[in-house]
Antibody, heavy 119, light 106 residues
């Protein structure tokens, strides 16, 4: 079955960079796109960006200058890198995938990894 | 980008009561998607292509709408339906989410 699992550093100092890995199973990254979504504590959901099966990327324009998404198909891993973190980047970070027959629904989600930006 | 505004932000309902929440888009969208989220859990896919229930979603839920106005309805509120519901569009880039409607049980 389709599964996604995020892993991250937990705590990041202000102005430092963040790296999170999404490890997937049950599907091939060469055939499906993967998205990144974040949720600050007690707040709503924000789409960050995506990597298509072919390797091209799309980003939220508000964060584009700080974001980079890449992947390793052979390891079934997708990587999110964000630089110049500030306290308002504190959030749960999710990776997600669309379904096959459900249009543009984010049908599969990881459990999320909490990133706290603090000195 | 398309802004989605959900209303109300907070509501409560008694068991058996009919519940309706809305999602208004700043520009016309082709379809709306909905998620249910409970504390300390990932969002769960709930409704896709405006009116189709995701796997495992009870039949008391329904979705409708078109253009800039969409809604999610629960025909008869149950305690397990207490959660926050988010709408989402991807008719144009970037995908965007509404701010959520928190539904509580009375």
């Amino acid at each position: 079955q389709v599964q996604l699992k995020e892993s991250g550093p937990g705590l990041v100092a202000p102005s430092q960079s963040l790296s999170i890995t999404c490890t997937v199973s049950g599907f091939s990254l060469s055939r499906y796109s993967v998205h990144w979504v974040r949720q600050p504590p007690g707040k709503g959901l924000e789409w960050l960006g995506m990597i298509w099966g072919g390797g091209s990327t799309d980003y939220n324009s508000a964060l584009k200058s700080r974001l980079s998404i890449s992947k390793d198909n052979s390891k079934s891993q997708v990587f999110l890198k964000m630089n110049s973190l500030q306290t308002d980047d504190t959030a749960m970070y999710y990776c997600a995938r669309n379904g096959i027959t459900t249009g543009r629904l984010f049908a599969y989600w990881g459990q999320g990894t909490l990133v706290t930006v603090s000195a | 980008q398309i802004v989605l505004t959900q209303s109300p932000a907070l509501m409560s309902a008694s068991p058996g009561e009919k519940v309706t929440m809305t999602c208004s888009a700043s520009s016309s969208v082709s379809y709306m998607y909905w998620y249910q989220q409970k504390p300390r859990s990932s969002p769960k896919p709930w409704i896709y292509l405006t009116s189709n229930l995701a796997s495992g979603v009870p039949a008391r839920f329904s979705g409708s709408g078109s253009g800039t106005s969409y809604s999610l309805t629960i025909s008869s509120m149950e305690a397990e339906d207490a959660a926050t519901y988010y709408c989402q569009q991807w008719s144009s880039n970037p995908p965007t989410f509404g701010g959520g409607t928190k539904l509580e049980i009375k």
